[in-house]
């Protein structure tokens, strides 16, 4: 197929070697790329028994089909394998040059396996790859090891993806950076690399497949980017990125506040009307978008420009924790990005441990200092104690699930799904969100359960995917689930989820791109597919369906805002998703039959016998 180079690159850092693995048309096709791809990858390599951080785990990077090509908003990249912090599939994904670069360089995605005995890192130039000493860039933050290698390798067109200090300490939410402060940040993959000693992947080229109709991927990249121009939400994301949903969230009650136990904040110094008017703001785009919804704060302390906080960010070390000082938030978003650790998880396990220390589960011994709602210096503190893993910091970068298990705590009190910290978007607020979040691949992901996009306006005319009453459970898991599908279908092809373009654009595009035009049902079965594989990874580490849940503190009603008194019918969600999915509601896993039909025979072998 056009659009690929056809090839991975296969690293075993054990014996210090690289070769290439081809990729068949077939397998394109199947599983056209990114996480998808990568979930094939790992499904065929990993040992079900063995540690997520044992050499043998396989680490991928993919892109997709779109990358390098003129299409707008596609430098996208997968990171995947088995996650650290849940023991199940994990998957991350990050935008920026770094994707165009490593595609570039003449490979189509990594598999990293294997342990380097010493610390290293992946050079990789136009069709070579070299595997380099790291030891000078152990323990540097990853803003520092991107631009030390950088200046080692005297090519400053170079972009590179590296771990901070918490990938190198096995933290097991620590993430991935590339490009300053772009982050592959959920699912601890960042724990992953730093197990096998890898630092960094150094990527320069600007190699490009061939496309199947070049002229006509020229045409349609212009219209997309047109109508991308003129769409009014993308307006909005350029202006104040993803913190324009602020004063939405609230008006819905979709942002948490107080660990979940609250859903009505002052909102004003989290919008991105505030972050304008209060500090130096400067776009920044991933390459090929017109829009730039990444934010550099310029001159945040006298000679220091910061990345800006993320919506995700901002309510996790905000409202979560009843936290109103923007520049504490700040603060903490850069030294998780310094640092590399996913600021979701260690937001929510921060507010988790304030909300034990009133209930006096934690006190002044066990923490080192009180530890009160709304005090940004404790969090500040709490956060560098978790990169350090100083006292009470070792438990919370464990994560909440592990902390209420250590604590002698119900699991439900932990605000994760398989083991993932839940995203500041609230199940209660969408029904269609509760089933995502509580069937998500890797846990709650807010990237693949955006339900309220759909809710707000944002239907799949395809798909027949169309608001609904926001707050009704009946009738919402199979549109959920659809939607859920496209995603994951976004994150095969490395295609940004602020994109507002339509299925059958993406069904042309691939056409154009690759030389196989889909019809939008052919991407949903596509979708289906990535879904049904990625399940069958963790349902061979044990997932069954007692993790397909919401914990009961992000599930039970609460006392006011928008959807006061209401929450999601899970009972009626699981049994109308499992039903669209051909979900064995018992085991959890794929049916026997749907995995044939999705041409899954050899896992429906593998999960069945025959
Ligand atoms: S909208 Fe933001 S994340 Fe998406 S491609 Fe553009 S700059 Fe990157």
Redesign the pocket.
Same mark, same amino acid.
């Given at each position: 197929m056009k659009g690929y180079h056809g090839r991975f690159l296969e690293v075993d850092l054990s014996g210090g070697t690289c070769r290439d693995l081809p990729l068949d048309d077939e397998f394109c096709q199947k599983y056209i790329g990114g996480a998808t791809m990568a979930a094939a990858l790992v499904y065929e390599r990993m040992d079900p028994a063995s540690d997520p951080l044992a050499p043998e785990s396989p680490l991928v990077m993919a892109t997709g089909p779109f990358v390098g090509t003129p299409l707008?908003?596609? #430098?996208?990249y997968a990171v995947a394998g088995i996650s650290p912090l849940s023991g199940f599939w994990g998957e991350a994904t990050s =935008? /920026?040059v770094f994707p165009f670069r490593l595609k570039g360089a003449g490979w189509d995605g990594i598999i990293f396996s294997g342990r380097a005995e010493a610390p290293v890192y992946l050079h990789l130039g136009e069709g070579e790859a070299e595997i380099r000493d790291a030891a000078g860039l152990w323990g540097r933050d990853s803003y520092e090891t991107q631009e030390a290698i950088k200046s080692e390798l005297e090519d400053d067109q170079l972009s590179v993806a590296c771990i901070g200090p918490a990938g190198e300490k096995l933290i097991r939410y620590a993430g991935i950076m590339n490009d300053k402060g772009r982050a592959a940040g959920r699912c601890g993959l960042g724990a992953l690399m730093g197990s096998k000693n890898l630092k960094a992947v150094a990527a320069g080229g600007k190699l490009r497949p061939q496309l199947a109709d070049a002229a006509k991927a020229a045409e349609l990249a212009k219209q997309a980017a047109a109508e991308i121009k003129g769409n009014l939400v993308?307006l909005a %994301?350029r202006e104040y /990125?993803t913190l324009m949903y602020t004063d939405m969230a609230l008006t819905l009650s979709d942002a948490p506040a107080k660990y979940f136990s609250k859903n009505v904040f002052g909102v004003e110094p989290f919008t991105g009307q505030a972050l304008r008017q209060n500090y130096s703001v400067k776009n920044?785009? *991933?390459r /090929? *978008?017109?829009? =730039?919804? =990444?934010r550099d704060l310029k001159q945040f302390r006298p000679g220091v420009d910061v990345d800006g906080p993320e919506y995700e960010t901002m309510v996790a070390f905000g409202p979560l924790c009843l936290n109103e000082d923007v520049d504490a938030i700040i603060e903490a978003n850069h030294l998780c990005n310094q640092q590399g650790i996913d600021t979701i998880s260690a937001g929510v396990s921060i507010a988790y441990a304030i909300h034990l220390y009133e209930q006096g589960v934690l006190n002044l011994n066990d923490v080192g200092f009180a530890l009160n709602w709304g005090d940004a210096e404790a969090i500040l503190k709490l956060v560098r104690m978790i990169c350090e893993q100083e006292g009470i910091g070792v438990l919370l970068s464990q994560g909440t699930l592990a902390m209420a298990r250590a604590l002698g705590r119900e699991e439900g009190e932990a605000a994760q799904v398989k083991g993932l910290e839940m995203p500041m978007h609230e199940g209660r607020a969408f029904h269609g969100l509760a089933i995502s979040y509580a069937t998500g691949p890797r846990g709650a992901c807010h990237l693949k359960g955006d339900y309220y996009n759909v809710e707000l306006g944002g239907m799949i005319l395809e798909y027949l995917i169309l608001p609904g009453e926001r707050l009704e459970s009946a009738g919402k898991a199979e549109p959920a689930a659809k939607y859920q599908s496209l995603k994951d279908l976004y994150d095969a092809l490395t295609m *940004?989820? %602020? #994109?507002p373009i339509q299925v059958t654009q993406l069904c042309q595009m691939l056409g154009a791109v690759t030389g196989w035009e889909p019809t939008p049902e052919d991407l949903l079965a596509a979708g289906d597919r990535s879904m049904a594989i990625k399940r069958a990874v963790s349902n061979k580490r044990g997932l069954g369906s007692q993790h397909d849940t919401l914990p009961a503190v992000c599930r039970e009603a609460l006392a006011e805002g928008s959807n006061a008194g209401v929450s999601p019918d899970m009972d009626t969600l699981l049994s109308e998703y499992y039903a669209y999915r051909g979900w064995d509601p018992e085991t959890g896993r794929p049916g026997q039959d749907k995995l044939i039909e999705l041409g899954l025979e050899h896992v429906a072998k593998d999960l069945y016998g025959g």
């Open positions: 707008p908003m596609v #430098s996208r =935008g /920026g993308s %994301f /990125g920044y785009a *991933c /090929g *978008c017109p829009i =730039g919804c =990444g *940004c989820k %602020f #994109s």
